[in-house]
């Protein structure tokens, strides 16, 4: 909350503004610390299932469909290169 006074104070923040810090600082925030602690297998899965919810969503209203089937997911890491985690089978015989 003292860093909120200071924000006002020295940075001149108008209400819209405070009520969009609070907001952060409430929902966003926390949101964003569990992410950054997950193991990477589990930030590929929510990925993939941000992608899903995209494309219900996008599904579902009349914007235009521009996420369509399975999702291929795929971790590309500085010690372990390129590596799929999950690949549909693009194969037809």
Do not use: C
Request: net charge negative; no cysteine; glycine share 4%.
């Amino acid at each position: 909350m003292v860093y909120l006074i200071v924000q006002i104070i020295f940075f001149g923040l108008d209400m819209a503004d405070l009520d969009r810090t609070l907001q952060d600082q409430k929902y966003r925030d926390p949101i964003l610390d569990i992410v950054a602690s997950l193991p990477t297998i589990n930030l590929t899965e929510m990925t993939e299932a941000l992608i899903n919810i995209t494309s219900l969503r996008r599904h579902t209203s009349t914007d235009q469909d521009t996420v369509v089937g399975p999702v291929d997911v795929a971790i590309i890491s500085k010690v372990g290169g390129f590596v799929w985690v999950k690949r549909k089978n693009n194969l037809s015989f």
